[in-house]
């Protein structure tokens, strides 16, 4: 055994691990130091561009209203009256000359079934529907009435009146 320690002159006689331990910490400090700066700096720059791109998107926004404001005192009153029911026109706008012509020769089960659902749409239950085929037979023309078909024809009524439903269906004049 050493009888002659010292403490006061040599207390610790393995200074190197505290000093490791040290310049661990400080480096592993450091780098993670280093990537938080980094970070908040690519989040500041992403920031700045979104910032950006609102002052833009609301400067557009102004451009727009100002022009809306123009059109809007362009308008007499009459015409500033009636522009908040042609708006609702628009937006309840229900296509009643749209026409849904259905082969019932194709598969006449799928097409009964795709009118039965066009029929229970809320949205599409106004379009007429015409079942058309060579010659469709009674039990397929009754399903597609049962489906909710408005008529039922052959193909060579379809095609003798073709122009006439074509210009009608995209409200041709």
């Known amino acids: 055994m050493n009888n002659s320690?010292?403490?006061?002159?040599?207390?610790?006689?393995?200074?190197?691990?505290?000093?490791?331990?040290?310049?661990?910490i400080l480096f592993v400090s450091l780098i993670g130091l280093l990537i938080v700066v980094q970070l908040t700096t690519s989040t500041r720059k992403q920031a700045d561009l979104?910032?950006?791109?609102?002052?833009?998107l609301k400067q557009?926004?102004?451009?727009?209203?100002?022009?809306?404001?123009?059109?809007?005192q362009a308008f007499t009153s009459d015409q500033q009256q009636a522009l908040p029911a042609a708006h609702a026109l628009v937006?309840?706008?229900a296509f009643s000359w749209?026409?849904?012509?259905?082969?019932?020769?194709?598969?006449?089960?799928?097409?009964?079934?795709?009118?039965g659902r066009l029929r229970q749409n809320a949205g599409?239950?106004?379009?007429?529907?015409i079942g058309f085929g060579t010659e469709p037979s009674e039990g397929v023309a009754?399903?597609?009435?049962k489906?909710?078909?408005?008529?039922?024809a052959n193909e060579a009524a379809i095609l003798g009146h073709l122009e006439q439903l074509i210009d009608q269906a995209l409200d041709i004049r």
């Open 124 to 129: 599409t239950a106004h379009i007429p529907v």
């Open 5 to 24: 320690l010292n403490l006061a002159s040599k207390p610790f006689s393995n200074r190197i691990v505290p000093w490791a331990l040290t310049v661990i």
């Open 50 to 56: 979104v910032q950006g791109q609102i002052t833009q």
């Open 147 to 152: 489906a909710g078909a408005n008529l039922i």
């Open 91 to 93: 937006e309840r706008k």
């Open 98 to 115: 749209s026409r849904l012509l259905a082969d019932l020769e194709s598969n006449p089960a799928k097409v009964c079934d795709a009118i």
């Open 142 to 145: 009754d399903q597609a009435r």
């Open 60 to 72: 557009r926004e102004q451009v727009l209203m100002d022009a809306a404001n123009q059109v809007k």
